[in-house]
Each structure stands twice: as structure tokens, then as C-alpha cells.
């Protein structure tokens, strides 16, 4: 079956320091990858995505590479803010219709 | 604002209480997925809906859940004989019917069981 497991929380970091979130994901054929944001007491919000191998996705700083060989899709910012500080979930979507599987989320807090 | 709208934003109620929420999905967006979402975790998937029929549904909805989307607008999601835990925050979203698109969630709705 499909699954995504992402780097375990939480993550603190200084303002302006470099972000990486790991993600990688076990499913068949060529799945469509995602990176949400869920702010507190809120839903998820498509940060980014990416569709096919090699495919890289980017928003707001953020960025992430599909990387079929290494089944990755790891998130990176050069340098991070305090508002930055979210919940962020990776998610595979392997089917043309349905669900999308979810990794369990990173907390990402940034400190001034 | 024409995103995903969920109503409503908070639910308190006792054991045993049936509970019903609402989600309008974006107008031109023919797909709806509700998922549950407990602490600590990522989305769940519950059911989903294409048009009016519901075309998949996970083991996760036991039979005191039921979802209708029908008029292929709107979808309620009802939990009856709610029990503590169904606590969780109940998430909507939508999505186009083209392929491997993603999906537009909306702000949730919180359900506490007491």
C-alpha cells in the first residue's frame, strides 16, 4: 500500500537558519506529491507540489525535488521565519481519483 | 472568499449525541474527501465523493458514520451515538475531477466528546 513517513518533530530553529524536512514515501507507479501547512486551529494549506520524477516544486522560499531513485521528496528553505512556524504534512496521491495518503507532520518552530 | 467552508468551526457535545456538519466545497470542484484528523497525526481518510455518488469509503467509517453529498454541492458528514473517542478535528476538502490534482481543504471542524 501506499505510505509516507517524514522526519519526526519538533524541529526549533533560529530566524534565517536553513530548513530541511525529510519525506519519503513508499507507493506504486508514479504518485503526485504534495507539501501542506497547517497552521494552529486550522485546515492544510497547499504549500507545494510536484507531479512527475525530477519535477521540483516551490513556494514562498520553499522547495522541494521529486527523487524517484531515492522515493524522497524532502522540503528546504534557505532561510526561515518566525511566521514560518506550522505543522507541515508530506502526501502522496497515486490514484486519479480518491485519497490522498499523509505523513504524521513536523512541527516547525522558529525562534527570533 | 470561494474556498472549501466547513460549518461549524467547534462542537461540544455529550456521549451518545448524534452530530452533523456541513462542508461547501469550491463551486466548480466536482470531487469532496472528508478525513479525520487526530493530535499528533496526519489526515485520515474517511470517504470521498464524485458528483453525488460516493465512490469510496475507508473502513474507518464505522456504521454511526454516514456522509451525503446530495445534490453533488454540499456534504454533511453525521456521526450518531457519538463516544469520547470521535473526538477529533474533522477535515473537508475538494478538489477538480482532473487527474492527480490536489485537494482544497477547509478550516475544519473541532468535535470534543464529553
Known amino acids: 500500500g501506499n505510505s509516507v513517513t517524514q522526519m519526526e518533530g519538533p524541529v526549533t530553529l533560529s530566524e534565517e537558519a536553513f530548513l530541511t524536512i525529510n519525506c519519503t514515501y513508499t507507493a506504486t507507479g508514479y504518485p503526485s506529491l504534495f507539501w501542506y501547512v497547517q497552521y494552529p486551529g486550522e485546515g492544510l494549506q497547499l504549500l507545494l507540489k510536484a507531479t512527475k520524477a525530477d519535477d521540483k516544486g516551490s513556494n514562498k522560499g520553499f522547495e522541494a525535488t521529486y527523487r524517484k531513485e531515492t522515493t524522497s521528496f524532502h522540503l528546504e528553505k534557505g532561510s526561515v521565519q518566525v511566521s514560518d512556524s506550522a505543522v507541515y504534512f508530506c502526501?502522496?496521491?497515486?490514484?486519479?481519483?480518491?485519497?490522498?495518503?499523509f505523513g504524521d507532520g513536523t512541527t516547525l518552530t522558529v525562534k527570533p | 472568499d470561494t474556498g472549501v467552508s466547513q460549518d461549524p468551526r467547534h462542537k461540544i457535545t455529550k456521549r451518545g449525541q448524534n452530530v452533523t456538519f456541513r462542508c461547501d466545497p469550491i463551486?466548480?470542484?466536482?470531487?469532496l474527501y472528508w478525513y479525520r484528523q487526530t493530535l499528533g497525526q496526519g489526515p485520515e481518510f474517511l470517504t470521498y465523493?464524485?458528483?453525488?455518488?460516493?465512490?469510496?469509503k475507508s473502513r474507518l467509517l464505522s456504521d454511526r458514520f454516514s456522509a451525503e453529498r446530495p445534490k453533488g454541492s454540499f456534504s454533511t458528514l453525521e456521526i450518531q451515538r457519538t463516544e469520547q473517542g470521535d473526538s477529533a478535528m474533522y477535515l473537508c476538502a475538494s478538489s477538480v475531477d482532473r487527474g492527480r490534482t490536489e485537494a482544497f481543504f477547509g478550516q475544519g471542524t473541532r468535535l470534543t466528546v464529553v
Open positions: 465523493f464524485q458528483n453525488e455518488a460516493q465512490l469510496e
Open positions: 502526501a502522496l496521491l497515486n490514484t486519479n481519483a480518491g485519497k490522498s495518503t
Open positions: 463551486s466548480e470542484h466536482n470531487r
